[in-house]
């Protein structure tokens, strides 16, 4: 199991916890992206005009009409990263449903982005009164999916809105409960029919009674 160094470093910090784990995203799943993401490139001249689920090959200069390759699209992520309390809100419900989950389970988030932006979305999610763990991740999200769980057999629920994730979950624990959420629904007519593994979800309002009914809760 291949699990990135850093990210083992922030798992051994937390406190053991036998209670039954959700595992959540953040980025469209807690946090809205790709709204205002858009809004974010317009301020700076750009367009995002997607024709698939990826940025790179979407984003153009509106003056020139230049596709950015995808080392400026990363640099365009990182900008908004560095601000992304000016932009990024809750998505919708997932406030209210982490709260009535989080006598029951424990919530740990696990957002894939460089470890340097980790203290700023820490600084963001506690403004929001979203004080749960976060982890950051620069590798797949399986094996710290694994390394969180630990030893014991607990239940785990995890939500993530790239399918991709989802995917490296089952491959290190075949026996998660896996929930696909996306704050923007219309972005699933970019993706393939999705695993039949997933449980593929609108809104929070719609994952709860699932997340609690798996997790037996």
Do not use: C
Request: without cysteine; negative net charge.
């Amino acid at each position: 199991m291949s699990l990135d160094p850093e990210t083992e470093r922030q798992i051994s910090e937390l406190s053991h916890d036998p209670r039954p784990l959700i595992v959540l995203d953040v980025d469209d799943v807690v946090l809205e992206f790709i709204r205002p993401f858009p809004r974010f490139l317009d301020e700076r001249g750009f367009t995002l005009k997607l024709g698939d689920f990826r940025l790179a090959g979407n984003i153009s200069n509106r003056e020139s009409g230049e596709v950015l390759d995808r080392a400026a699209v990363r640099q365009l992520v990182e900008e908004f990263f560095d601000i992304q309390a000016e932009w990024q809100t809750v998505t919708e419900g997932a406030a209210e449903v982490l709260h009535d989950l989080d006598a029951q389970a424990e919530i740990v988030m696990l957002t894939a982005m460089p470890h340097r932006f980790r203290e700023i979305r820490r600084n963001h999610l506690d403004a929001l009164g979203l004080a749960y763990p976060l982890l950051t991740v620069e590798m797949e999200k399986g094996p710290a999916i694994a390394r969180l769980r630990g030893e014991s057999e607990r239940p785990v629920a995890f939500v993530d809105d790239q399918p991709r994730n989802l995917v490296s979950a089952h491959e290190y624990v075949p026996d998660a409960h896996l929930f696909h959420l996306m704050a923007d629904n219309s972005l699933r007519k970019f993706l393939p029919a999705p695993e039949p593994y997933f449980n593929v979800v609108e809104d929070w309002r719609e994952a709860k009674p699932l997340i609690v009914n798996r997790l037996g809760l």
